[in-house]
């Protein structure tokens, strides 16, 4: 029985459902416990690490048992519909804190609750990318729209944050995006055909799937080499706030129209580089979109007033469209290899531990906010130390600059056997 075509735009409208409550709880958790509530740095920092050891059980987990799901509405849809609304629930709990000496003891549990409900819809929303569209002609036009949506997302839930939460506060603006987000997540879900013949596929067994991933260098290159550039976006993200406080000294205005920069010439820029995998090879246009954000970090660095600020910020968005664009194309022939090879559908927990390694950002991150603490004294918004514009730096340039050259050295290493895209034109089976 063939699988009912999906249309593009509403699987990847997804993304936006799905980006909204995550970015807001990544990019502001710090600065609202830390600055506003005055937890110390290093408790953040705690439990980033603790969290990252979490999300290495919980993601192949929720992968495996994707997978193996049958029901007549599909393997992956009956989780995001349970996923979404629970997602929005405990956003809303994140950012309505009790008024409690030790904060801790409430960010710590909700961190990770927050951060595994969002582990399980992504296990479950990203494995339907490489199963809906086959060839990479259809993959390269869904994800160029899937991250549009992601990225007008991350306008909102990032870059008109300031303005939204200085209005009505971030409890008011966790309910709007809460139910917002997890709407969509929804209306995406029931918009999606997966294919019935899957059904009946045997279930993947555990110790398979878990011994085709070790074996799978491509996969550990490609995962690698992500974890190093999602780490160095995750910064930009969360230390931002801090840089236009303490580096720029600019307003909340401003701070939103930083980020809006960033996030309206990346859309702009996903359609250009897309149009060059028209033309090359998927893993070339992924090293150069690589090499280039590793290198616009520097601009950013530098940068002392608001204006200059803005230009870098475009400078850094051409490089991020890039690796928008091709990343996930590069994780769906992986999983393509895969099926070919073992005749399996593993794109759940594929999808999932590349999830993991992706979210090894927390490592990263947490490292570069502890050693914040301790090159720079900063400690708390009521203790920021000596010099918190430099440390702000550190965090959002020079240490993702690092990380950067790390990703695009991995890059250099993944080459597929037949040089190129072997989906390129294939058609629908």
Not at 54 to 63: S, T
Not at 70 to 97: E, Y
């Amino acid at each position: 029985m063939a699988a009912k075509p999906t249309k593009a735009w509403r699987y990847a409208v997804g993304m936006f459902g799905t980006s909204i409550p995550i970015n807001i709880f990544k990019t502001y958790a710090s600065i609202f416990y830390v600055d506003r509530m005055g937890m110390p740095i290093k408790h953040y920092s705690l439990t980033l690490l603790i969290y990252t050891f979490i999300d290495a059980l919980d993601n192949p987990v929720y992968g495996f048992l994707s997978d193996r799901t049958r029901t007549k509405w599909g393997r992956r849809r009956p989780w995001l519909i349970v996923g979404a609304p629970a997602l929005a629930l405990l956003l809303i709990g994140f950012f309505s804190p009790p008024n409690i000496p030790n904060i801790i003891l409430y960010f710590l549990p909700m961190y990770v609750l927050t951060g595994t409900i969002d582990s399980l819809i992504n296990a479950n929303y990203a494995p339907l990318f490489p199963e809906l569209f086959k060839t990479q002609r259809e993959r390269s036009h869904t994800n160029s729209m899937r991250q549009a949506f992601q990225l007008l997302a991350m306008i909102i839930s990032i870059a008109l944050t300031p303005i939204v939460t200085g209005a009505i506060g971030y409890q008011t603006t966790a309910i709007i995006y809460g139910l917002l987000g997890g709407a969509v997540i929804i209306f995406s879900a029931l918009g999606c055909h997966e294919n019935p013949d899957y059904n009946e596929m045997a279930k993947p067994r555990m110790w398979d799937s878990i011994l085709s991933i070790a074996k799978n260098k491509h996969f550990w290159i490609a995962g690698i080499a992500t974890a190093f550039y999602s780490a160095a976006m995750s910064l930009v993200m969360s230390a931002m706030p801090f840089y236009a406080k303490y580096a720029l000294n600019i307003s909340s205005v401003q701070t939103s129209i930083l980020f809006a920069t960033v996030l309206v010439v990346s859309i702009a820029f996903i359609w250009v580089w897309s149009r060059f995998l028209n033309k090359y090879e998927v893993v070339k246009v992924w090293r150069l979109a690589l090499m280039f954000l590793g290198l616009a970090y520097l601009p950013l660095y530098f940068a002392g007033s608001f204006m200059w600020a803005v230009a870098a910020g475009a400078i850094l968005a051409v490089g991020y469209g890039g690796v928008l664009a091709t990343n996930d194309l590069i994780g769906a022939r992986i999983i393509d290899e895969d099926a070919s090879k073992y005749n399996q559908r593993r794109e759940g927990i594929y999808s999932s531990v590349g999830g993991f390694l992706n979210r090894l950002n927390g490592l990263f991150t947490s490292l570069a906010f502890f050693l914040v603490s301790i090159i720079f004294g900063y400690e708390s918004g009521d203790n920021p130390g000596a010099n918190p514009a430099s440390a702000t730096r550190f965090l959002l340039a020079l240490f993702p600059f690092i990380l950067m050259i790390l990703s695009a050295v991995f890059a250099m290493l993944l080459n597929f056997d037949d040089g190129s895209t072997q989906e390129h034109e294939q058609e629908h089976s």
